[in-house]
Nanobody, 126 residues
């Protein structure tokens, strides 16, 4: 069972940038599709971005398209979320999630991912 640990969150001003990391304990992380989700206070958890197991496909929520970039380095068992031009509405706890798949799979649904990290807080001040 893969274990995921997010890092890189913090406090940033509007317009700033952060890079989140999702490190996996599993040595075969290249077999996992990965997604990033976020949950703001009082709101439901929502999809942010996803990447296929080899990084050949990336997908984004409309709200972050053009500002966020998901990527992965399977040699380091790590998936990244580069967040630029941050806005106060990006404030949330960010979670990475993984699903074992051996094809070019990705998913935007929370229920598609059985493995989750503990989350990292991102706060964007206005």
């Amino acid at each position: 069972q893969v274990q995921l640990v997010e890092s890189g969150g913090g406090l940033v001003q509007t317009g700033g940038s952060l890079r989140l990391s999702c490190a996996a304990s599993e040595g075969t992380f290249s077999s996992y599709a990965v997604g990033w989700f976020r949950q703001a206070p009082g709101k439901e958890r929502e999809f942010v971005a996803a990447v296929t197991r080899l990084g050949t496909g990336t997908y984004y929520a409309d709200s972050v398209k053009g500002r966020f970039t998901i990527s992965r380095d399977n040699a380091k068992n790590t998936v990244y979320l580069q967040m630029n031009s941050l806005k106060p509405e990006d404030t949330a706890i960010y979670y990475c999630a993984a699903r074992l798949r051996l094809d070019n799979y990705y998913a935007t649904s929370i229920n598609a991912y059985p493995y989750w990290g503990q989350g990292t807080q991102v706060t964007v001040s206005s």
